[in-house]
């Protein structure tokens, strides 16, 4: 069974850091892409981050600069390392798996499997 | 930087009846990276549709997806009580690599 559990989020005070984790399991981390999506309080959803199977990384213009993504291909576990955050960052962080087709065998760019999400206060 | 919009922002409606969303792209945007999702409160969104048309696994066969170019409608042919949540459409653009989320469109209890 696929599950992502993410851990990491908190209270943080602006210009702060924060590395949250996503640990998966049911799949292989490393031969997907993940990527990280956000949600506001009372917001929609935003992408943050993505990155591919080969290694390969990018970013929303938003946060480009100051967060980075990573994985532990040995844990099997996703990262978001975040850094000079700001109060308009304080949202539910989402780690998600790219959806491969196996019918097509392409990946659709789309999001199947989420976690529960965890919670990043910006906040002095 | 491909914009997409939702309409309408809310939808009120009673259960069995029919919901048709609208999602609306500012530029054309290719079939087989438009998606759709489902959110309920405090849980995770939920994929519905991928490839415009292509229900996710184990999607019930009243959500349907279709659409080309920048206009796509997702459609509940008869809601349940536990359709009503929040929907939102999702589309990818490459050079570079971009994911974008429609505002989402609320489908509420009349």
């Known amino acids: 069974e696929v599950q992502l559990v993410e851990s990491g989020g908190g209270l943080i005070q602006p210009g702060g850091s924060l590395r949250l984790s996503c640990a998966a399991s049911g799949f292989t981390v490393s031969s997907n892409y993940m990527s990280w999506v956000r949600q506001a309080p009372g917001k929609g959803l935003e992408w943050v981050s993505v990155i591919y199977s080969g290694g390969s990384t990018y970013y929303a213009d938003s946060v480009k600069g100051r967060f980075t993504i990573s994985r532990d291909n040995s844990k099997n576990t996703l990262y978001l390392q975040m850094n000079s955050l700001r109060a308009e960052d304080t949202a539910v962080y989402y780690c998600a798996r790219g959806k491969y087709d196996i019918l097509t065998g392409y990946y659709t760019h789309t999001f199947d499997y989420w976690g529960q999400g965890t919670l990043v206060t910006v906040s002095s | 930087e491909i914009v997409l919009t939702q309409s309408p922002g809310t939808l009120s409606l009673s259960p069995g009846e029919r919901a048709t969303l609208s999602c609306r792209a500012s530029?054309?945007?290719?079939?087989?990276?438009l998606a759709w999702y489902q959110q309920k409160p405090g849980q995770a969104p939920r994929l519905l549709i991928y490839g415009a048309s292509s229900r996710a696994t184990g999607i019930p066969d009243r959500f349907s997806g279709s659409g080309s170019g920048t206009d796509f409608t997702l459609t509940i042919s008869r809601l349940e009580p536990e359709d009503f949540a929040v929907y939102y459409c999702q589309q990818y653009g490459s050079s570079p690599p971009r994911f974008t989320f429609g505002p989402g469109t609320k489908v509420d209890i009349k």
């Open positions: 530029q054309s945007v290719s079939s087989s990276y």
